[in-house]
């Protein structure tokens, strides 16, 4: 499958909860306030009273997240772990973890987040280490305990000062050490923990990974087989580990579970798994205007994605979830189709996908259509599939098919690139205004 770039950015998760009862413990000023705008429902209650954090933050655990006053831009929020609640300059407003508006002191261009500039420790100075005789004996290397703070506290990373990403990465690995000794030692054999930049999509995972350990601990085991974290951590791979902490704490522990251990996830992720695959699965989990989203709907589609799956078999994720949003009746209808619950072949996930794509609605989605395809082999790609679905006549449909396979040459001689797809799939329905839809 094809790798792709996207622009994420790291995330702030909820920490620790310290020994304070909730009985102890009260909200006030502006806690108090972005609290009775949000609702109780999503904030929870106190577990602490309001404190500073060493970055200069004010927070204040709660059994909903997090509450931070920030001392770089003098807003309050509250995060989830997965969302994030700002009380700025327009009031209240909700965004993603991943995201920043643009009166945010850590924006970047494009609503991403800004890599901070890692701030010395207050008050550390340097000594100049003095000229003595070679030793002729060789000074051992350090040796590291148990202990992942221990470790992490001798990290570059750590040494030059922590920015708030790396201080909140830092907490969880002070609280893993002290309640779950068994995750300890899987985090201990990750070695990019301990490298010297710890980049924010690092310090996210290992706060999500923190956090779940809080409050879906069931999930944790599952998350940190998974190789891919193991071994170093991409951009889209946050962006999927983020919606697997999304779902295993907000939605449904046993099909986060069902997810991460589905083998496309486990035998390494790509972009298009990430955004086509973990992430429709959360919209469709919680999809407020699909009468279709929930648990067994989403259960359905991860059930169609084959092993090892093509790009197509992901986009058949998205093709789905547009149908369902379009056409609900046609959904309940195409599930009780033979050919649907026999197991779909290629040609069957090729007119999902151009239906999808095409937005047919109830009626059209079961009116007769054919299927065109070629293999056309590239100089830089190599074999590329071209395929039409239509509802012409068969000499229309080869001429249609001849016309995209010249597109298909033309693009990559003019690119001289190879073709970055596998599959080249075009919806072309006679009907109207709906005439000429391009599937994906």
């Not at 996207?6 to 009862?21: E, G, M, Q």
């Not at 909730?22 to 609290?35: D, L, M, N, S, Y």
């Not at 298909?408 to 073709?419: A, I, M």
Request: with cysteine; glycine share 8%; charged share 20%.
């Amino acid at each position: 499958m094809k790798r792709l770039a996207i622009l994420t950015a790291t995330a702030l998760f909820f920490l620790l909860p310290t020994t304070v009862t909730a009985a102890e413990c009260q909200f006030v000023f502006g806690f108090k306030t972005i609290r009775d705008l949000i609702g109780h429902d999503i904030v929870g209650e106190c577990l602490e009273n309001e404190r500073y954090a060493a970055n200069g933050n004010s927070e204040q655990h709660t059994t909903g997240g997090l509450l931070v006053w920030r001392k770089a831009d003098n807003w309050t929020a509250f995060t989830d772990g997965y969302r994030t609640w700002v009380n700025g300059p327009n009031g209240l407003v909700q965004r993603l973890n991943s995201e920043r508006f643009e009166w945010e002191a850590d924006y970047a261009p494009g609503g991403g987040i800004a890599t901070p500039t890692p701030t010395p420790i207050p008050g550390a100075t340097i000594t100049p280490i003095p000229t003595i005789a070679p030793s002729p004996t060789p000074t051992p290397a350090p040796v590291f305990g148990s202990s992942l703070a221990k470790r992490a506290s001798v990290s570059a990373w750590y040494r030059d000062g922590l920015n708030d990403d790396e201080s909140l990465a830092f907490t969880f690995l002070k609280q893993i050490d002290s309640y779950n000794s068994k995750l300890a030692k899987v985090l201990l054999g990750w070695a990019w923990i301990f490298d010297e930049d710890m980049r924010p999509d690092e310090a996210s995972v290992i706060s999500s990974i923190g956090s779940l350990d809080l409050v879906a601990a069931a999930f944790v085991p599952h998350l940190v087989a998974l190789p891919w974290i193991a071994d170093g951590i991409d951009r889209w791979e946050r962006e999927a580990v983020e919606h697997l902490h999304y779902i295993a704490h907000r939605v449904d522990l046993d099909f986060a579970t069902e997810l991460a251990t589905a083998p496309w996830v486990v035998d390494g992720l790509t972009l298009i798994e990430s955004r086509y695959g973990i992430s429709l699965m959360q919209e469709m989990l919680t999809w407020p205007h699909n009468r279709h989203s929930g648990p067994e709907f989403a259960r359905l589609v991860l059930n169609l994605i084959p092993y090892p799956p093509k790009e197509a078999d992901l986009f058949l994720v998205y093709a789905m979830r547009d149908i369902a949003g379009n056409s609900p009746d046609g959904l309940e209808r195409l599930m009780t189709t033979p050919w649907f619950l026999d197991g779909l072949d290629e040609r069957e996930r090729v007119f999902l996908i151009a239906a999808g794509g095409a937005r047919l609605d109830s009626d059209q989605l079961f009116d007769p259509y054919s299927t065109a395809s070629s293999t056309i082999v590239l100089p830089h790609k190599g074999a590329v599939n071209v395929w039409v679905v239509h509802n012409l006549s068969s000499r229309v449909g080869r001429v249609v098919l001849a016309d995209l396979e010249r597109a298909v040459r033309r693009s990559e001689k003019f690119w001289e690139l190879p073709f970055p797809v596998d599959d080249v799939i075009l919806a072309v329905f006679d009907g109207g205004p709906r005439g000429h839809h391009l599937a994906r």
